[in-house]
């Protein structure tokens, strides 16, 4: 550790007396999008907190800050996270973020009742990179329910205990090409994706179909939780019943899967569309969904704790789900233009995965004709056109975008994706 | 050019008397994929050639080597080219391509006369990465007809000469879903995207529509050139007028879309067929295919000779349709599985591009029930089964795959992209 | 009266006392296809059976036979009922019948476990012309469910209730073009047709849907009693707890009407399943389906009680509907090769009617691929053959088919339709 | 004949001093709709004309009117054609003719430039019964081309030529459900149906293939001879030649009905859509066409001259197409609420057949958006609530609409439809 000390030594700014206070420390972090609560720095920080308004890196503290993932911290010294130029990145996605906030077209969903008194002004961005330098814009701290948002995660936790063949032996996995509101199943008499609603029952039906009702939501809440690191995470009951008596469309495909046997044999219909609205109406905000989708887009490991929550397959599949088929009958034109996997809900949120970089939520209620959110697709419109975010932008050469991949004015530095 | 003499001497294996023979240089080019007529080193090697036998190096012999590009070869004995460890990787690929080969199913195409008479049993593997190292396989010097596979770059000229925005009021940019003999539009009563038999026809009509029609198919044939640096680059006259005389349903689509005026207006209906029809039988090797494929990963740059042949935003609209509707109505599947953008021809050739990596071609004429080459289809699923080339695979942990980009046994060496 | 007794003495068969035997009176309905329970001769013939074994025709009798319909009768005798020579037109349909039964393709319909079990041998053919003259031909008293056969007399309950327009405000009108077990609806968000399962579940919406659940199927019940002339006409309960049960599809159409609000405010979706289902269930047997089809073919006038059932506008919606799309995914091609408007259910009962002449119902459980009954349809198909029956044969000249409409040998008579 | 001299005197009203003139005759026959050139009553005309200007009846001059058709001169005489009574239907015809032509919403059809400089305010109505009781209004002898108005009797040609299981070997026989542009065959790659311009254009490739082009057109010309007895009758060669420039969608059908061989093997396609397109072109007026109709209601055989044209089977095949797919996408709700065998051109023409009754004809070039005459389908409407001319108006009992095959205020007299 004495290396990291003298590092932080040399690299940080210090004050007149040549020492580090937290201040500057914590003026270190935000620069770098690194929060001060981030449990791969807390001791370091505690330690450097308590030092009397000070330190004077004395080797035998040594002790004190046991704990600290060290590894972390050099990199973050050294500039060498995956966004280097972490406060560069945020003035751009500040000013992204206040262009959309002046656009006040699209309507609530008013297909739920419970949906339709919210506040259509709201909106928060938040960014998690899979380095966890983080990013927070608005009402990123106002909860709201994931509807749609969920089927990605459900789809992955099928995955992982089902396994792809199984699961894709109950669910399609290409475009539907039909309107929101046709009723249909694929050839083979199945959902055409995970993530249109028929797909996202099927994942509810897939996950621990021999457990209780309860243990079933228990198990899906518990990978949000690892996700997001909140706890607890409920649903909201109003927004449930309210959705479960209006849930016409989704009664009509569950039995029509019902009906063509699409379903595993014994799957209890009610049930199934009981978890299934649940799961929608699990209750995020901003920060914690940027957090999830973070994990997506570092290949299935908590940026945090470094947890494999999913495997390279499972975020394979999620992603090639979500570049196809994630924002309803806009998805090609999405893919086009923007090129970002994402996935939206009528709730107004849209998760972007910048894969290998980061995790994106935006959420504003006013939703367009297809019902994505209007702020959430602008957003991601002029996030792909000033980055080189887009599926398909070149990564070496040739590409007029930003890379904040790379340190500004340091061009004869390699760029590094690991 | 001191520095790279020197660290020619250090790096590579000399002989007996501790001096670099042609053999030795030779053998080196072979193990980093690079050919011995490459441009990009032709000074140098014949300078060593005639060094009677050996080289010892003095630098006054600075002068005969004026033309190599000193910074490629620089990378590549720091071992820094984008595969640094190419005979591993080569022989990777050559186990896959002698498995595939003994897949002989499937059969030649029927529905154009000529192209029935064709040896089912020839197989050939091209690679070409975008540091222009090459791998062949098999009949990589025997010419087949582009077919299908010549729709992306008409696409990309049509793009680079006319622009995004009004190729696209020409043009849909969405998979099709519709089964491969039925002659639609889509709702704005457009082809339904650049890779299918109406989208390459529309593709053609943008294509220098004042020209002649010699002028517009030399402005073709150029690109094409350029792309596979062969000269001359023909079409093949006897195919040309076999898929004239059975073009039937090209002249329904074509009449359809004048019908309909999806056409700029003057668009002259025989002649834009013609040109189409002669696009899709010029002549190529797989060796020249890669070689355009390497240009479409490597951003629009040819690996080569460096030149500017298409922009990021015409490569990006490229890949993107390719990674959609590339492989006919297997194209979901194959986006699915594999997750490479490609395109296939009834010739039996596929092109796939691992972007910002290689384009690699196969040709074997055998095809499967949707038109997609047998072997190449199964070579591509073996491909991405064994390497991270799936679009989505990780690239930062948690992909249990081969990545080719990171020199083997050297673990702790960042991997790099640029 | 006296004149009818004259006629009588005139036209019938006499015994060799020059008496009317009741045997003889018999034989002579039977020839004429008039049942001996008909009301409508009734009280003439209890006066001929009493008269001690025979009449001697006195006038002073008058008065025991009130109650007889004398201008029915007189057209009997003077052979001007609408099947002039209805022994010779039996014994057609007999042999068409006998033909037909050997017929033993198909299978009995299994998605309902109650109709499972049934015997697929049974067959019975009913014939019902619109001067009550009738035919019955095997298990003609074996009970079966509706199922779809109640659908165009819902249809019709609902036309004459609510009237076309506020009823097609619900249902559209056209063939749907679907396959069987698509779920969809039409442009406007409607059943495609009043016959399809959609169409049959709106109709029950639209039927008195202000009253209580167990007064609607009162309503639907005393119709059917009308046109079948049974009593009690009731359904059966295990039919109709083994089809609820397994009512997926219906459930899945019911709950997409209520999303996109096909459906009238208010309408409860669960009772109107549960009438539906009830009306499926309701049973009857060949000769109470033909009895009822006769009505159809009589303009909506009971054959037997002259009373006036439907109106001719609602008999004309009615019949369009069946000749567009009475068999299922079949419809097109019969109403080609047959012509005549029909209705099948998947109990294995068909309905087909002959505008002003007659209505036929053919039993018997084994369904081709369509879900039609294989016997009815090949019935329906011998008997246009033999019968200028179809709705397009010429009835002026020219048709070599059998017209049964005229009497045989006496050409010179002229053909007439009243 | 003598018979038939007395029953004119006894009939007829005769002058003052009880002789029979030519006014009063001219005036019975123009009462019951008989053309003054009727050949069936020519040489007895003739004879009235020269009696010096009355007739005294002598039996003697009975060989003067040899070539009368006496029966029909009888059944005229004893108001027996099948409507009796004439002026009576003929007044209300001009009610209903006055008042559709008051409509003048549409359009000129403008995808054939030729068909655009038409006057848009012509209006003709002709009717021809099975009797050849003639009625005529408006523009009833200005000429316009049949265009689709010709599919009928195509179809009807290749029926006779090449018999029903041949013909519908290339064409299939249900209604599209496909919008007027889309460019698709049915299931089994063969046009829908007869009525439409892929089965047109098949209809015509049925004919004589082997043939030369000019005498195939000479068969056909020929039949539209014997329908219309119009001599010579040619088509519009400036149609002909605008269409054929324009003919964009009907070569892109053709090309795909080559494309996926639904055409007899050796089918030239560029003859073929000569061929068509010169039958579209052929030039007739409302009375002519009306004519054909009647041949058409009247099982195949030509009310003037008794001559069998076509058999039954094909004017049940022809009548059924009429009634499922003669309107364009109209046809479904024209079936439905009009309910009479129908087909209509897009210059404005609807041709109507009554079976067993009457052929109509209505021509107006203003088209609706199905190109459906806009006069034409109120026509057509308007005539259908007021006489029981509904495919299923009931003609016994029940039906309020007037039926003019019965004798007015003559109710105990039997309606007969021989």
Redesign the interface.
């Given at each position: 550790m004495k290396n990291l000390l003298e590092t932080i030594h040399n690299r940080l700014n210090l004050n007149q007396n040549n020492l580090l206070t937290i201040d500057l420390f914590d003026e270190f972090l935000k620069e770098n999008g690194i929060a001060i609560s981030d449990t791969r720095i807390k001791p370091l920080r505690t330690y450097i907190k308590n030092a009397t308004e000070f330190i004077s890196l004395q080797p035998k503290m040594d002790a004190l800050y046991t704990g600290t993932n060290e590894q972390f911290v050099q990199r973050l010294l050294e500039k060498q996270l995956i966004i280097p130029e972490f406060s560069f990145f945020r003035d751009h996605i500040t000013e992204i973020s206040k262009e959309v906030q002046s656009n006040c077209n699209g309507k609530v969903a008013d297909y739920i009742p419970e949906l339709k008194n919210i506040d259509p002004n709201q909106f928060a961005v938040s960014i998690c990179t899979?380095d966890g330098q983080v990013f927070n814009f608005g009402d990123h701290e106002t909860d709201f329910c994931l509807q749609s948002t969920a089927k990605p995660i459900n789809y992955a936790i099928a995955l992982e205990s089902q396994g792809e063949t199984y699961v894709h032996k109950h669910i399609g996995?290409?475009?539907s090409?039909k309107r929101f509101?046709?009723?249909?199943l694929n050839d083979q008499?199945l959902p055409h994706n995970p993530l249109i609603n028929a797909g996202g029952m099927m994942c509810c039906a897939l996950i621990e179909p021999e457990s209780s009702s309860s243990l079933r939501l228990d198990t899906i809440t518990k990978v949000w939780q690892q996700l997001t690191r909140r706890k607890p995470l409920v649903y909201d009951s109003a927004v449930y019943k309210s959705e479960k008596l209006t849930a016409?469309?989704n009664?009509?495909?569950?039995?029509?899967m019902?009906?063509?046997e699409a379903f595993p044999t014994d799957t209890d219909?009610e049930e199934t569309v009981d978890l299934y609205i649940k799961t929608c109406s699990l209750k995020v905000n901003t920060a914690n969904l940027a957090s999830a989708a973070a994990v997506i887009a570092?290949?299935?490991?908590c940026p945090f704790t470094h947890k494999?929550i999913f495997?390279?397959t499972t975020?394979?599949?999620c992603?090639?789900?979500m570049?196809?088929c994630g924002m309803y009958d806009f998805s090609?034109?999405f893919?086009?233009k923007v090129?970002i996997?994402a996935k939206s809900g009528v709730s107004g949120a849209v998760m972007l995965i910048i894969?290998?970089l980061m995790g994106i939520t935006i959420w504003s209620p006013n939703l367009d004709s297809f019902g994505n959110s209007v702020r959430g697709v602008e957003f991601a419109h002029k996030l792909t056109e000033r980055f080189n975010f887009?599926?398909?932008?070149?990564?070496?050469?040739?590409?007029?975008?930003i890379n904040p991949r790379i340190r500004k004015k340091v061009s004869k530095v390699?760029?590094?994706?690991?």
């Open positions: 899979v996995r290409e475009p090409g509101n046709e009723v249909t008499g016409h469309r009664y009509a495909l569950a039995h029509l019902k009906e063509v219909l570092n290949g299935g490991i494999h495997s390279n975020i394979k599949d992603l090639t789900m570049s196809f090609g034109e893919a086009f090129g996997p894969p290998n887009h599926n398909f932008d070149s990564l070496i050469g040739n590409c007029p975008k390699k760029e590094t994706i690991d």
